[in-house]
């Protein structure tokens, strides 16, 4: 079993950046593949962006590609996630996850290992 903890979220202007930090602890960090979904008040939890094991390919959502990086340190079991040109819709709790399953998944019941998440807040 593995635990994960966010940080890095808060509130920002639109236009800026924030960079969320997912560290995690229990298990080999290597075995699994990571990703962040995000969840608006009202919203299905929805993809954002995924990275393979070993961060040789990565995903996005189209709503963020060219904007978001996802991005691994496998020295120190952290995935990150840098949020540039943040727009008010990108407003949502952003939760880290965890896959053990081979091969890749959009959907969050893809996912065996979540965080508590962590609030991002764009004002326009």
Known sequence: QVQLVESGGGLVQAGGSLRLSCAASGHTFTSYAMAWFRQAP???????????RSAGSTYYADSVKGRFTISRDNAKNTVFLQMNS??????????????????????????????QGTQVSVSS
């Open 42 to 52: 009202g919203k299905e939890r929805e993809f954002v962006s995924h990275v393979s």
């Open 86 to 115: 943040l727009k008010p819709e990108d407003t949502a709790v952003y939760y880290c996850a965890a896959r053990s399953r081979i091969g890749v998944s959009f959907i969050p019941s893809g996912f065996q290992y979540w965080g």
